[in-house]
């Protein structure tokens, strides 16, 4: 689920989260917020579907959203696997 909206407020204090680096992107990148990303090889099998009825057409709302995650995964996500790559090499690298 997106529980983006209500991360922010319940991390006020020294509370920490686990989330997708997708829903707390944008307070990451305006400071808000902090991640650490870390290695568990079952959490990196995640994937995201958007799901609805077979032969059902998406009301616009719905398609709203859908366009919305696909933005954010095209804004977000490769530069997160950029970075993951880049960090990687540069691990290799070390002696």
């Not at 989330?19 to 991640?35: C, D, N, P």
Request: charged fraction near 20%; charge should be positive; glycine fraction near 6%.
């Amino acid at each position: 689920s997106n529980f983006s909206s209500a991360l922010l407020p319940l991390l006020s204090g020294q509370d920490v989260a686990l989330a997708s680096y997708l829903t707390a992107a944008r307070w990451v990148e305006a400071g808000l917020l902090a991640a650490r990303p870390f290695d568990e090889a079952q959490l990196q099998q995640r994937r995201l579907q958007v799901l609805a009825g077979e032969g059902r057409v998406p009301s616009a709302l719905v398609q709203q959203f859908t366009d919305a995650l696909v933005a954010a995964i095209e804004q977000y996500g490769k530069r997160k696997v950029g970075r993951r790559k880049a960090r990687d090499a540069a691990q290799a690298a070390w002696p």
